[in-house]
């Protein structure tokens, strides 16, 4: 069945460090992958997708590229700020068989704390 | 509306009761979703309508857990003899076709 592997976290920063966080799948066809962000005391949003190989996905400065090669979208930024603070979910979506768009199956998330 | 919410917010309940979750989407989407989160985990899907029917409940862990949506707008997720096991935060979701899901902020359920 489909998986997302993340990097293990927490992911500890100082301000405008460069931020790299590791995200592989399994999947059956050709899913389309997502970022999703909690901030504290907020519900999941969307952060950015990608919905085949080699699109890059951007928003907010963070970036992912779908690399079908190496079944990766690692999710980057160039500078982070403390405002990024948050915990981070990989996320496919396979539309094999028809399922929905929004049937979505998740990593366990990367906890990311950036510090003045 | 302005956003997905749930209600309750948490929820403690005793082993072996029922409780019944509540989700209202935003105005307008038509697909409605249930997803669990454990404690450090990611969510993990439950089940999906479409309008008024289940249209994927694959995700149920068994026959306690049920969902309904009977008017095609708001959802009651729905669990029965419930156990410890299913402490975590229920999740609801909603979007309009191809669109982004956009998420409530989540029922947290602890079973005692």
């Known amino acids: 069945g489909d998986s997302v592997t993340q990097m293990e976290g927490p992911v500890t920063l100082s301000e405008e460090a460069f931020l790299t966080i590791n995200c592989t799948y399994t999947?059956?066809?050709?899913?389309?992958l997502f970022w999703y962000v909690q901030y504290p005391g907020e519900g999941l949003q969307l952060l950015l997708k990608?919905?085949?190989?080699?699109d890059k996905g951007s928003n907010k400065g963070f970036e992912a590229t779908y690399r079908k090669e190496t079944t990766s979208f690692h999710l980057e930024k160039g500078s982070v700020q403390v405002s990024d603070s948050a915990v981070y979910f990989c996320?496919?979506?396979?539309?094999?068989?028809?399922?929905?768009?929004?049937?979505?199956?998740f990593g366990q998330g990367t906890i990311l704390t950036v510090h003045p | 509306g302005a956003g997905v919410s749930q209600t309750p917010s948490n929820k403690v309940t005793e082993k072996g009761k029922y409780v019944e979750l509540r989700c209202d989407p935003i105005?307008?989407?038509?697909?409605l979703y249930w997803y669990r989160q454990s404690l450090g985990q990611g969510p993990e899907f439950l089940i999906y309508?479409?309008?008024?029917?289940?249209?994927?409940d694959s995700g149920l862990p068994n026959d306690r857990f049920f969902a309904v949506r009977p008017e095609g707008s708001v959802s009651t997720l729905k669990i029965q003899r419930t156990e410890r096991g299913d402490s975590a935060v229920y999740l609801c979701?909603?979007?309009?076709?191809?669109?982004?899901?956009?998420f409530g902020p989540g029922t947290r359920l602890t079973v005692l």
């Open positions: 979701a909603s979007s309009q076709k191809a669109g982004g899901l956009f």
């Open positions: 999947a059956t066809g050709y899913p389309s």
């Open positions: 990608a919905t085949k190989a080699d």
């Open positions: 996320a496919l979506s396979s539309m094999a068989g028809g399922t929905s768009y929004g049937k979505l199956t």
């Open positions: 105005s307008g989407h038509t697909a």
């Open positions: 309508f479409q309008g008024t029917g289940a249209a994927d």
